[in-house]
């Protein structure tokens, strides 16, 4: 499956932003989806991911409450809503995509993950 992510750019402190992922290739639905972003100088970061239904969701406790993930299977299209930004959110934002569908212990690992999209910058300035 191929991802396209996008959405990203520049916002001040606590403003939003919604990334959205768009799939093609395959079947968007057999898979989970997941959201990770890489500061400069840092290791990749587990952000979010939902199962294959949009059923299940896990969010990294940096950013429980103030981001959400959701998915639109109809339209192959996955998002992540952003919203109370903080400087700290600044990174490329990269989406993947899960064979296994479901959510689970090894979720967050980006090595659980079959496919990777190009990533979006977000800055969020103070």
């Known amino acids: 499956v191929q991802l396209q992510a996008s959405g990203g750019g520049l916002v001040q402190a606590g403003g939003s932003l919604r990334l959205s992922c768009a799939a093609s290739?395959?079947?968007?639905?057999?898979?989970?989806m997941g959201w990770f972003r890489q500061a400069p100088g840092k290791e990749r970061e587990f952000v979010a991911a939902?199962?294959?239904?949009?059923?299940?969701?896990y969010d990294a406790d940096s950013v429980k409450g103030r981001f959400t993930i959701s998915r639109d299977n109809a339209k192959n299209t996955g998002y992540l809503q952003m919203s109370s930004l903080k400087p700290e959110d600044t990174a490329v934002y990269y989406c993947?995509?899960?064979?296994?569908?479901?959510?689970?212990?090894?979720?967050?690992?980006?090595?659980?993950?079959?496919?990777w999209g190009q990533g979006t910058q977000v800055t969020v300035s103070s």
């Open positions: 993947a995509a899960d064979s296994h569908g479901l959510i689970g212990p090894t979720t967050a690992w980006a090595a659980s993950y079959d496919y």
């Open positions: 939902i199962s294959w239904s949009g059923g299940s969701t």
């Open positions: 290739g395959r079947t968007f639905s057999n898979y989970a």
